[in-house]
């Protein structure tokens, strides 16, 4: 966030996207909540403040107008609050074997870790809108690493075969995971093919230019080519690099047109000791985001519950913009099938 002033902090960009000045104040406001309010049992900073920062009764598109926190204001809040939580935790016992569901195995923290390393991910969405923002270089090495075995066009069509059988799917009792991924249970899965490698950059054009198929996000045409325009650049695209900015109905209309489907999310689980090109995009599967058989909602049911239904897809994988440390095998990311503001590509699969 350091090159960016108040004013782009504070400015609507996109109305599914919230401004990045409500992002700070809200991962501050989790933050104060969980570890300050529950764990430290003490009184908030702001009174009833956390109101406007409630993720499910402040839909994105109204955050803009919200009174919260600007400026210096802003700043010092979350320089307060972090304070706080850092006193809190000079207190707490984060014992592995704590009956409090909570403090087992640092639950609490590594569920604020991975709430705000989240947040940075849809800050990341946000900033492929402001013109001129320069990436971080640690992030913007990710973004333009050399591609990963396997990524290049040439490998395009390549496939691995998962045999028929019992596969375990989800994440183990212990460890931390969000509710949305337990619990672990034994899915049966007929034989199936899947792509090594996601959908190029390349073949996504040849789609284009055979059915008329929508760009992906930032995308623009400069005479005979395509190029990315995202965050203002006008740079050409990589035809090796990964399709990604597309929706969940581009990406079923791609596996249709190359002769194949997208994978069920237990087949991308199943397969993905095998998959190469992890990493650069999310991928949608065909799944629609419900609750596995026996699931308890934890520690609240606005994490995942209130989301299960046949609205949202699953998306599976991670992107350049996702921290290492919450690209779990078994996390499930899901989000509603028009977006494309996700870094979200594509990688197709096939019955046999
Ligand atoms: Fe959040």
């Not at 406007?52 to 009174?67: H, K, Q, S, T, W």
Request: glycine content about 8%; proline content about 8%; charged content about 30%.
């Amino acid at each position: 966030m350091e090159p960016l002033d108040d004013e782009q902090l504070n400015t609507v960009y996109s109305p599914i996207l919230s401004p990045l000045a409500w992002d700070l104040g809200h991962i501050a406001n989790f933050e104060e909540l969980w570890l300050v309010q529950t764990i430290g049992g003490r009184e908030p900073l702001n009174g009833d403040l956390g109101r406007f920062y409630d993720a499910i009764e402040n839909p994105r598109e109204v955050r803009g107008e919200l009174p919260i926190l600007r400026d210096a204001e802003l700043r010092s809040y979350m320089a307060d609050v972090r304070e706080r939580t850092l006193d809190v935790l000079e207190g707490v016992e984060i014992d592995g074997d704590t009956e409090d569901p909570l403090l087992r195995d640092g639950f609490v923290y590594e569920m604020l870790l991975a709430h705000e390393l989240q947040h940075n991910e849809t800050m990341l969405q946000l900033l492929q809108l402001v013109d001129g923002y320069e990436l971080p270089p640690t992030i913007e090495a990710e973004r333009s690493s050399p591609r990963m075995p396997g990524t290049d066009a040439s490998r395009d069509g390549e496939t691995v075969t998962i045999a028929a059988g019992e596969y375990e799917i989800g994440a183990p009792p212990r460890g931390f995971a969000y509710d949305n991924e337990r619990p672990r249970h034994p899915v049966e899965l007929a034989a199936f093919e899947i792509d090594r490698t996601p959908v190029s950059n390349s073949a996504y054009i040849s789609f284009m230019e055979e059915t008329g198929a929508e760009p992906p996000l930032y995308w623009e045409r400069d005479g005979g080519a395509w190029i990315d325009t995202a965050r203002g650049r006008r740079e050409p695209i990589d035809p090796a690099a990964p399709a990604v900015h597309v929706s969940w109905q581009q990406a079923d209309a791609f596996a249709r047109w190359a002769g194949k489907r997208l994978p069920t999310e237990f087949e991308w689980e199943a397969a993905r000791p095998q998959l190469d090109g992890l990493g650069q995009g999310w991928e949608w599967t065909s799944s629609d985001f419900l609750a596995y058989p026996g699931f308890e909602a934890f520690p609240y049911r606005e994490y995942s519950e209130v989301f299960f239904g046949d609205e949202y897809k699953v998306l599976r994988g991670s992107s350049w913009a996702t921290h290492p440390r919450v690209a779990r095998e078994s996390f499930r990311n899901w989000d509603l099938p028009q977006r494309n503001q996700i870094f979200s590509g594509i990688r197709c699969a096939r019955d046999i």
